[in-house]
């Protein structure tokens, strides 16, 4: 199976002072000018950028910060080890990290910490005794509700462990009775409740109601929801989904089984996007965007059955009959599949290709595996790829091809045309309606499909981004059925390629 992910909710904490009374007031130590140790690694990229944005620093702030942080580091361990038992804990304070300072329980060692230039701050209690502390509320206030002391932590700059807590009242009265200091205790009222949280992984595994289960294809957003891709037969609009965890995910957006073979699933706050492939050894690929590899590249798939496995893209644009019905433009693979892989990702080096729909064969003997491209689901519903370089808008249409019919036409703005040749088609089955608009360039062309109810047209669905090109994709009953394409801004010429069940 694959690889998990867990993260654990970290804490931003504002502390108010706490004034010490065996801490004597102390001179403002040298610290600038040592030279910086030889060998300082190079920062990651992105990472002076992120401490401009998130700390409100000059670059040359961050720069200066982060050359603080290798200087006084190691000071803070030397006097950590020189004062064994006496060591109060240490702090970088100031804009730039500028300042290191040092706590003890012994005033004789202020010299020592003034010498290796750090501040120096006596106080009662040392670390040790803060660990034994917090070890005694460790093990008595989880047993308790979580109103109660949800968050403990050592701050060694009010020389004492804070509890955070719904119900300061009721958390002191416990600490009572625990035995511990109370006075190396703050109770500090807090609305805090942490919670895990989850990354979202291509290949990773989710489970829809009770037992079944797919693979998460690709993480997207809608605007600002976040989400993932995954196969359309694997759930419809309105079903909840759990995670590999079997923690609560999500919902079911939009799905379209048969005809085409997608959907997508918005998640709850619990889970975080992520541009990563699970690559089934403990690692992930990362996803840089989705341009689509040709016939005879490389590709590799990733299930939450039978994890990673690649060969070859065979051909596109394949149309393959299920039990349930046609599915149409799918592009076929010599790669390995099984069942609990279906919605999972289809990757060309760090570019997405598209999910897993279905195949022949098993990863004992070999088989045979198509998945529908991604740029299509994303074009169908408005949706941006998370990947390494942020997350681009959805992809234009381009021209439409692979559709059994294909009609023209030219619009003036604001112009309207029913196709197909102005009257309708008739449907005698229930079935996927899918059509493809491609627009002029830098005009704002829209797509309606529209139903003969027996008195007038009704539109059913539509499709009416900013962009030239749109999709739309319906599952309806049978009737007498007609598109309206309308120039919302700009004019020219139009293609509208649409199939019919």
Known sequence: MSRRRTALLGCALTVSALTLAAAPAVAQPRTTGTPVAAGARKPPPGMIEALQRDLHLTRGQAQARLLNEIRLTPIAAQLARRLGNRYGGSWL???????????????????????????????PRSLADLNTVKNKLDAALPAHPPTVGSVRYIDVRTNSVTVLSEEPGKALDVIKGIGVDVAAVRVVPSTERPRPLYDLVGGDAYYIGTSARCSIGF????????????????GTAGQSTSGFNRVAQGTFQASTFPGSDFS???VNGNWTPRPWVNNGSGGVVSVAGSREAIEGSSVCRSGSTTDWHCGTIQQRNTSVTYPQGNIFELTRTNVCAEPGDSGGSFIAVDQAQGVTSGGSGDCTSGGTTYFQPVNEILTTYGLSLVTTAGN??????????GYPRTVTGVLARGGNAYQPGNLYYRSIVSGVHSACLDGPDGTDF???????????WVTVASAAGPNPDERISYTGTPGYYRYRVNAASGSGAYSLGYRAP
């Open 93 to 123: 304070s100031g804009t730039i990290a500028q300042t290191l300072s040092v706590a003890t329980t012994k005033s004789a060692d202020i010299p020592q910490i003034l010498a290796a230039g750090a501040r120096a701050e006596v106080v």
């Open 219 to 234: 993480s997207v957003l809608r605007g600002t929801q976040p989400g993932f891709v995954s196969a359309g037969h694997c």
């Open 264 to 266: 997508w699933v918005s």
């Open 392 to 401: 681009p808008p959805p992809p234009t249409t381009g021209t439409c091809t």
């Open 446 to 456: 829209d797509l309606y499909l529209q139903k003969w109810n027996g008195f007038n």
